[in-house]
């Protein structure tokens, strides 16, 4: 049982290492304590901008939802219902969103702003406040971009609201130095102004780059990976990766088929004090999905024939495995590690699943699960029930069932935009019945009061 247990801990700090360029923890519970945070950021850094993709994604629907009801299951049956009320650009952009209790009192709001090139450029929250009886501004977040890659923030700096003005909070930014052909030759992170990390990118006569430094800092720059014998599929030169998703390039344009990277002890710094040495190789499909392999050794443990794949969804989904084996001579074993996203047309998440299976046993993170019902008419969501995974009492050594979930949230969609923030129409089919802004069915409108008619607003005369 030992022996099971600290190959848990190293397959667990393997996985690390491979996901955050030779992170290894100390203990099992540093191990499972990073383990999530590692995962999530190999899925990012090998998918092609998820939350990105996401978004157009659920902004390119035709109609997008303006009025919602959510409910919270509390004590085995659903609460009261609180109203979301979405406003939208002309261009399908979620410009507003605010959110009103049972007793129709507004509690949140978040107001979004847009570049030119359809990036966000700032969002600002604000909640409501008992004592002044009123919302009050909360926190804002501001974003730049760069001006070659336009979608690639370079700053992004959040502020907190303390009743007389604007706090700075934290800040993430990154310098980027490109060469005469254009292509990134540095990208320097930052965190809070402090420079934290960066990669440094050496290009050879076909001006692809052939070698990737990596460093971090620590009490000066110490050497942390090292990236050579690349084979690209194809390269830009445009190799940016996003400060919390620092890792392999298989996306963007930038596409790695084969590569050695090695893994430094960043307290030394010491090129001769190598960690890890690992060998990744990629094929791909036309849709950005991809099968690879992982061979080398970590930390003294052979860990060849390990093997990552991941499957590109529609709607801005995907499903990632990860299988880390183990050979230490006299025994060999393997963890597996699986994430997925699945959206319908709507971007409801029908799929959130974040799980670590060694031994037959399972490790859920998390595990959510979505249903959602269409209406008859126009085939637009009605309702959609979110459930998760009741990790207390779920067997760890069974695979889930149904019977492994509860209820979590409702949404019942009453209303949906159709251009920008002026117009919205009902899936209901309630013919002339007439409803005022929250929902209630009226007989008549008084003069100048705002009603729902078809779906469409007007106002009374």
Same mark, same amino acid.
């Given at each position: 049982?030992?022996?099971?247990?600290?190959?848990r801990m190293m397959l667990t700090g393997v996985c690390c290492a491979i996901c955050c360029n030779g992170m290894m923890s100390a203990t099992t519970a540093d191990a499972?304590?990073?383990?999530?945070?590692?995962?999530?950021?190999?899925?990012?850094?090998?998918?092609?901008? @998820?939350?990105?993709?996401?978004?157009? *994604?659920?902004?390119?629907?035709?109609?997008?939802?303006?009025?919602?009801?959510?409910?919270?299951?509390?004590?085995?049956?659903?609460?009261?219902?609180?109203?979301?009320?979405?406003?939208?650009?002309?261009?399908? @952009?979620?410009?507003?969103?605010?959110?009103?209790?049972?007793?129709?009192?507004?509690?949140?709001?978040?107001?979004?702003?847009?570049d030119t090139d359809g990036n966000i450029k700032a969002e600002e929250e604000s909640l409501w406040n008992d004592s002044r009886q009123m919302l009050m501004p909360a926190?804002?977040?501001?974003?730049?971009?760069?001006?070659?890659?336009?979608?690639?923030?370079?700053?992004?700096?959040?502020?907190?609201?303390?009743? *007389?003005?604007?706090? *700075?909070?934290?800040?993430? #930014?990154?310098?980027?130095?490109?060469?005469?052909?254009?292509?990134?030759?540095?990208?320097?992170?930052?965190?809070?102004?402090?420079?934290?990390?960066?990669?440094?990118?050496?290009?050879?006569?076909?001006?692809?780059?052939?070698?990737?430094?990596?460093?971090?800092?620590?009490?000066?720059?110490?050497?942390?990976?090292?990236?050579?014998?690349?084979?690209?599929?194809?390269?830009?030169?445009?190799?940016?990766?996003?400060?919390?998703?620092?890792?392999?390039?298989?996306?963007?344009?930038?596409?790695?088929?084969?590569?050695?990277?090695?893994?430094?002890?960043?307290?030394?710094?010491?090129?001769?004090?190598?960690?890890?040495?690992?060998?990744?190789?990629?094929?791909?499909?036309?849709?950005?999905? =991809?099968?690879?392999?992982?061979?080398?050794?970590?930390?003294?443990?052979?860990?060849?024939?390990?093997?990552? %794949?991941?499957?590109?969804?529609?709607?801005?989904?995907?499903?990632?495995?990860?299988?880390?084996?183990?050979?230490?001579?006299?025994?060999?074993?393997?963890?597996?590690?699986?994430?997925?996203?699945?959206? /319908?047309?709507?971007?409801?998440?029908?799929?959130?699943?974040?799980?670590?299976?060694?031994?037959?046993?399972?490790?859920?993170?998390?595990?959510?699960?979505?249903?959602?019902?269409?209406?008859?008419?126009? #085939?637009?969501?009605?309702?959609?029930?979110?459930?998760?995974?009741?990790? /207390?009492?779920?067997?760890?050594?069974?695979?889930?069932?149904?019977?492994?979930?509860?209820?979590?949230?409702?949404?019942?969609?009453?209303? =949906?935009?159709?251009?920008?923030?002026?117009?919205?129409? %009902?899936?209901?089919?309630?013919?002339?019945v007439l409803y005022d802004l929250s929902g209630r069915r009226i007989a008549s409108p008084n003069a100048g009061q705002p009603y729902i008619k078809n779906g469409r607003?007007?106002?009374?005369?």
């Amino acid at each position: 049982m030992k022996m099971k247990s600290t190959l848990r801990m190293m397959l667990t700090g393997v996985c690390c290492a491979i996901c955050c360029n030779g992170m290894m923890s100390a203990t099992t519970a540093d191990a499972q304590a990073v383990r999530s945070d590692a995962v999530r950021t190999f899925s990012q850094m090998l998918t092609q901008h @998820r939350q990105e993709k996401n978004r157009r *994604a659920a902004s390119s629907a035709k109609t997008l939802p303006g009025r919602i009801l959510k409910y919270d299951w509390q004590n085995g049956s659903w609460g009261p219902a609180t109203v979301i009320m979405r406003d939208y650009t002309p261009e399908g @952009r979620l410009s507003r969103e605010s959110e009103a209790d049972a007793a129709g009192t507004v509690i949140r709001e978040t107001v979004y702003t847009y570049d030119t090139d359809g990036n966000i450029k700032a969002e600002e929250e604000s909640l409501w406040n008992d004592s002044r009886q009123m919302l009050m501004p909360a926190i804002r977040t501001r974003y730049e971009y760069d001006t070659v890659v336009k979608d690639f923030c370079i700053k992004k700096v959040t502020e907190t609201y303390n009743g *007389a003005g604007w706090v *700075a909070g934290t800040s993430e #930014g990154c310098r980027v130095t490109r060469n005469g052909q254009g292509n990134v030759t540095e990208v320097v992170y930052s965190e809070d102004g402090e420079e934290s990390e960066k990669l440094t990118m050496e290009y050879g006569a076909d001006g692809k780059a052939n070698r990737i430094t990596g460093y971090e800092y620590v009490d000066g720059w110490k050497l942390a990976s090292r990236y050579y014998d690349i084979t690209w599929k194809e390269t830009n030169g445009q190799l940016l990766i996003p400060y919390d998703e620092l890792g392999l390039f298989v996306r963007d344009g930038n596409l790695i088929e084969k590569c050695t990277i090695e893994t430094f002890d960043t307290d030394s710094g010491a090129a001769d004090e190598s960690m890890s040495k690992l060998i990744f190789a990629f094929e791909y499909t036309d849709n950005g999905s =991809y099968n690879g392999t992982i061979n080398g050794m970590l930390e003294g443990m052979n860990i060849n024939g390990s093997s990552i %794949s991941n499957m590109v969804l529609e709607n801005g989904g995907m499903d990632m495995k990860i299988i880390v084996k183990a050979n230490m001579g006299f025994i060999v074993d393997s963890l597996e590690m699986r994430l997925k996203t699945e959206y /319908d047309a709507w971007h409801n998440c029908l799929t959130d699943m974040d799980y670590m299976m060694m031994d037959g046993y399972y490790d859920y993170e998390v595990y959510k699960k979505g249903a959602v019902t269409y209406s008859s008419q126009a #085939g637009l969501p009605e309702t959609y029930v979110v459930k998760e995974l009741d990790y /207390d009492s779920y067997d760890d050594e069974e695979p889930v069932t149904d019977a492994d979930f509860v209820n979590l949230e409702k949404y019942e969609f009453q209303e =949906y935009a159709t251009s920008g923030m002026t117009e919205v129409m %009902s899936d209901r089919g309630d013919n002339d019945v007439l409803y005022d802004l929250s929902g209630r069915r009226i007989a008549s409108p008084n003069a100048g009061q705002p009603y729902i008619k078809n779906g469409r607003k007007y106002i009374g005369k």
